[in-house]
């Protein structure tokens, strides 16, 4: 799990970013380093197995309030963690393995599947994933700039 290069990279506490490997362009992101591990908004969560190995079926919604770009996703189970949510709530989750393109690197996390409806980001980015090369300053937004425009009309204009 190495970033493209070995020096840091500033980043806002909220950034656009991409998901290749998901066939998702863009999603904005909440770059938080209170929390460990990464978490995706996941839906239609089934887990299943391929070759003997515990496999997991779900949804990912890149938008806030639409459904367009769904995009139906297969991945290998990387493992199951017990996660405190912000509210103090504890729940198993799945973890799957991601790449991240974040202000034009890449970097492999470890990404809990989990309903983000309520939640103001589709996506958070945790530690262990900014550790890979990021330096988040807080008081700053969207320092890799923002997404096209017309991408963030699918996002009702909440870029």
Do not use: C, Y
Request: net charge positive; hydrophobic share 40%.
């Amino acid at each position: 799990m190495k970033s493209s290069s070995h020096s840091s990279t500033i980043a806002g506490w909220r950034e656009w970013a991409s998901l290749p490997g998901l066939g998702v362009a863009w999603i904005k992101v909440k770059l938080d380093t209170g929390a460990r591990s990464s978490a995706l908004h996941a839906f239609d969560l089934e887990e299943f197995e391929r070759d003997g190995e515990p496999w997991v079926r779900f949804g990912v919604r890149p938008w806030q309030g639409s459904d367009e770009d769904d995009v139906r996703v297969e991945l290998p189970v990387h493992d199951r963690r017990l996660v405190r949510s912000s509210s103090g709530h504890t729940a198993e989750r799945i973890v799957v393995l991601l790449d991240v393109v974040l202000l034009g690197r890449t970097v492999t996390a470890e990404v809990t599947l989990t309903n983000r409806d309520e939640m103001g980001f589709r996506m958070l980015v945790g530690r262990e994933a900014l550790r890979q090369g990021f330096v988040v300053d807080s008081g700053r937004s969207f320092v890799g700039g923002r997404a096209p425009k017309h991408a963030r009309r699918r996002n009702r204009g909440r870029a």
